[in-house]
């Protein structure tokens, strides 16, 4: 429930985040976003103003090969916390989710409640490694720390499970294209999408 829900008005201060832990940024590392930028974005509570508040680059290893991403932590004081994760040049606006919101199925699918309930088919875990971050962070994080990572798809979203020994968090992901977060931000230089992400939209068909 959001805060207009209950006409309620949020506080004017920002609130206080934890510093991200120290260390030189990783080689080859691109950030496209900066912390301190602003930018619109439409969520399912409504369109706010989110500010990037840290920057997290990550890792996993699927199946023998590592990829590597970033992710833009976002805050809005109305909205809360959201993130911006970007891999190979494709965007996804992540909003957290109440662990009861989702089932397990054989873990081949998991099924998110509501509404616009759908069935996600598994696409892929591992184990995640924080690798390097800046900023703020929601969190007490340290350079090394791992998190399970299970991922369910069905474009354009990507339902997100992460555990660790007494933690456990879902998170929900949508699809956005590159010039969406172009304008948002006001970044006229973003990476060009390689290949064809798992919940990426289909273009409809020409007739």
Do not use: C
Not at 174 to 201: C, I, Q, W
């Amino acid at each position: 429930m959001k805060l207009g829900e209950l006409s309620l008005k949020p506080r004017a201060e920002r609130p206080s985040f934890l510093p991200a832990p120290a260390g030189a940024m990783p080689k080859g590392v691109e950030l496209w976003l900066a912390v301190g930028d602003e930018g619109d974005l439409s969520t399912s509570g409504g369109k706010a103003r989110f500010r990037v508040i840290g920057i997290v680059h990550r890792s996993i290893k699927v199946e023998g090969e590592r990829y590597t991403w970033e992710e833009y932590v976002l805050h809005a004081p109305a909205e809360g916390l959201r993130w911006l994760v970007v891999a190979d040049g494709h965007w996804n606006l992540v909003e957290p989710l109440e662990a009861g919101q989702v089932e397990e199925i054989q873990e081949k699918h998991a099924k998110l409640g509501g509404p616009d309930a759908h069935t996600y088919r598994f696409m892929s875990s591992g184990k995640a490694r924080l690798e390097w971050a800046t900023g703020e962070l929601p969190w007490e994080a340290a350079v090394g720390d791992v998190t399970e990572a299970r991922d369910y798809v069905h474009a354009p979203h990507v339902l997100s499970r992460e555990s660790t020994a007494d933690e456990l968090t879902w998170s929900l992901g949508t699809y956005m294209p590159p010039d969406v977060v172009s304008r948002a931000f006001r970044k006229r230089l973003l990476p060009k999408p390689a290949g064809r992400a798992a919940n990426e939209p289909r273009p409809p068909k020409r007739r």
